[in-house]
T-cell receptor, first 113, second 113 residues
Framework: AQSVAQPEDQVNVAEGNPLTVKCTYSVSGNPYLFWYVQYPNRGLQFLLKYITGDNLVKGSYGFEAEFNKSQTSFHLKKPSALVSDSALYFC???????????FGKGTRLHILP | DGGITQSPKYLFRKEGQNVTLSCEQNLNHDAMYWYRQDPGQGLRLIYYSQIVNDFQKGDIAEGYSVSREKKESFPLTVTSAQKNPTAFYLCASNTEGLSTEAFFGQGTRLTVV
């Protein structure tokens, strides 16, 4: 079965430091992987996706993600965190069998001033 | 502007009453989804539809019903059979194809008292 795991419920990072939010996946065939961000009482916003090609994917707001096939991971990264990056982050995978979108449980990112 | 609109933003209902949440999109997307979000549980799929007049149950469909009479609209009814309906409900849509990202509405917070 297709699945996504986000092992950390919460990540705390000091402003200006690099951040990483972890995601691992389990899929059959080639993965289609996504990151979304959610601010309080709002819908999700798309950040970036990996479909094929370069393992380092660049997205919105200075975020990037590194696809690692051997470790089945798709970690979200940013070189220098901002307080405004504080939000809930979701990793997702598309299910090739029925086109469903499967989400991880989310990781709450706190950027400390 | 193209987008996906959920209404209302906040909804209060008495226990035992059915309630319908609206979701409309003008993105010409074929697929639409309903998710339920509870703290610490991420997004759980309720129903999804890939084409007009067709829809499939997600992981937690019990106590919910949907219709897809028009491409633009995918209303969700929370029935009295849903044991714990108080939650944040998110609607999403995307074009056909595994590589496409989803667009989300701003959500409806339903409180049943």
């Amino acid at each position: 079965a297709q699945s996504v795991a986000q092992p950390e419920d919460q990540v705390n990072v000091a402003e200006g430091n690099p951040l990483t939010v972890k995601c691992t996946y389990s899929v059959s065939g080639n993965p289609y992987l996504f990151w979304y961000v959610q601010y309080p009482n709002r819908g999700l916003q798309f950040l970036l996706k990996y479909i094929t090609g370069d393992n380092l994917v660049k997205g919105s707001y200075g975020f990037e993600a590194e696809f690692n096939k051997s470790q089945t991971s798709f970690h979200l990264k940013k070189p220098s965190a901002l307080v405004s990056d504080s939000a809930l982050y979701f990793c997702a995978v598309r299910d090739r069998r029925d086109d469903k979108i499967i989400f991880g449980k989310g990781t709450r990112l706190h950027i400390l001033p | 502007d193209g987008g996906i609109t959920q209404s209302p933003k906040y909804l209060f209902r008495k226990e035992g009453q059915n309630v319908t949440l609206s979701c409309e999109q003008n993105l010409n997307h074929d697929a639409m989804y309903w998710y339920r979000q509870d703290p610490g549980q991420g997004l759980r799929l309720i129903y999804y539809s890939q084409i007009v007049n067709d829809f499939q149950k997600g992981d937690i469909a019990e106590g919910y019903s949907v219709s897809r009479e028009k491409k633009e609209s995918f209303p969700l009814t929370v029935t009295s059979a849903q044991k714990n309906p108080t939650a944040f409900y998110l609607c999403a849509s995307n074009t056909e194809g595994l590589s496409t990202e989803a667009f989300f509405g701003q959500g409806t917070r339903l409180t049943v008292v």
